[in-house]
């Protein structure tokens, strides 16, 4: 795509980068296949092609609208299309350099900028964040639905093994996550001890970033990621830990990306790479481990039957990480019979906050998803990022765990 940016952008990290990533359009449309919004609304603008013309112009120098902005804030930021694309470009880094100019151009008024502002300053705080979702678990019966749907019932965490293997991980605890399913991490960290290997959280880091830096709040949500580095570096550089294990699909794209995002700052770009390359999601470590399983699984009875489970792979898992297929395998390998997906591809409309923002389109993604999760016969909805299971769960009777809950159940059974 030949592109002649404008000076306010041409020489800066950012105009170089989105020139890059434009030249390699070849507009040829694959993308529109397989984008959720396209699909939904049949408008090129709100597809990748269209998207992509609309930077385009920005970063030429055109005016841009709110009618710009809307079609850029209807992206999923799902990167289906970077999955799709033949000639390798990068969208979602060039949606972030795209809606940043556009945010500033265009200002928000009245409450479409009180909410983005109020979850970006509540998000990330776990404390507060915590704190709120106790409260509404108190009065969760006398909440409105579209708060209820916000609120899950709390699932007992059970005992987290004490550090005692040579081999010792840094677990993410994250910002949303501790308050709306503790339970998770709780059973990464007793599949990984079985497995002989240590889970610990660094208690100073939080938030990923990934909450502000995808509302535009870039610099907060390199801050956040500048946080977390500080955190896990001192154990990184004495060699004590041998990776990061994200339980959250989500999170592990954002802090994988680390090294780009603090790629400019000299004080932090060696350390963030190194970060970025230690980083995995809990999938990852796992698989790796799967002999250690197989035998693990052999010692012990079955403590619970898995059964029939439909496995909804998170965009940020399956397009971010592109970590296809193996979550399936190690279910099955514990003894769960994984049900096909219609249409596995697509996203089930979470989308960190793209389901407050945008509660219409998210809801018939949600609907789409859960058809197609039940068709054959599941009666369990495993998943592997705590956005997409909240936003799952609110929609359906059926239990939603985290993948790594399951396996947790087939070795340990439920915790008390």
């Not at 990290?13 to 070849?26: F, N, S, T, W, Y």
């Not at 799902?78 to 940043?100: M, N």
């Not at 004495?238 to 954002?254: K, L, N, P």
Request: charged share 25%; proline share 5%.
């Amino acid at each position: 795509m030949q592109t002649q940016l404008a000076d306010f952008i041409k020489d800066t990290p950012e105009g170089r980068e989105a020139e890059e990533i434009l030249r390699k359009c070849v507009h040829c449309g694959f993308c529109t296949a397989t984008c959720p919004t396209y699909q939904l609304l049949g408008d090129e603008l709100d597809g990748p092609r269209g998207r992509i013309y609309l930077i385009k112009q920005l970063l030429e120098g055109h005016d841009v609208t709110e009618k710009t902005r809307l079609h850029l804030d209807r992206c999923l930021t799902c990167r289906s299309c970077e999955s799709t694309c033949p000639s390798g470009v990068h969208y979602s880094r060039l949606a972030d350099i795209g809606r940043k100019l556009v945010e500033e151009r265009v200002p928000r008024h009245g409450m479409d900028r009180v909410v983005r502002w109020a979850l970006r300053e509540f998000v990330p705080r776990s404390g507060l964040f915590g704190a709120a979702m106790k409260a509404g678990r108190l009065v969760r019966g006398v909440l409105p639905a579209t708060l209820k749907d916000k609120v899950p019932a709390l699932r007992p965490a059970g005992a987290w093994p004490a550090p005692r293997h040579a081999r010792r991980m840094f677990a993410l605890a994250g910002c949303v996550q501790p308050a709306m399913a503790p339970s998770i991490n709780a059973a990464a960290a007793r599949v990984l001890d079985a497995l002989g290997i240590s889970l610990v959280e660094a208690p100073s880091a939080g938030c990923c970033g990934a909450v502000r830096f995808h509302l535009n709040d870039q610099e907060g949500g390199c801050d956040d990621a500048r946080r977390n580095v500080d955190a896990w570096w001192p154990a990184i550089e004495a060699g004590e830990v041998e990776a990061i294990v994200m339980t959250a699909s989500g999170c592990a794209t954002q802090v994988k990306d680390y090294g780009h995002m603090l790629a400019q700052d000299p004080a932090y770009a060696n350390k963030a790479a190194r970060i970025s390359e230690l980083t995995r999601d809990v999938s990852e470590i796992v698989a790796a481990e799967r002999d250690a399983l197989l035998a693990v699984i052999a010692e012990r009875p079955a403590r619970a039957e898995l059964g029939k489970v439909a496995f909804q792979a998170p965009c940020t898992l399956q397009h971010g990480l592109r970590i296809r297929g193996t979550i399936e395998q190690l279910l099955t390998a514990a003894g769960a019979t994984v049900t096909p997906v219609r249409d596995a591809h697509l996203c089930c409309g979470s989308a960190g906050t793209y389901s407050i923002l945008q509660p219409e389109l998210s809801k018939t993604l949600r609907a789409n998803k859960l058809a197609a999760l039940g068709e054959g016969g599941a009666a369990t909805i495993a998943s592997a990022n705590i956005g997409c299971m909240t936003h799952l769960e609110a929609g359906t009777a059926k239990p939603v765990r985290h993948w790594i809950e399951l396996i947790d159940q087939r070795l340990n059974g439920l915790p008390a």
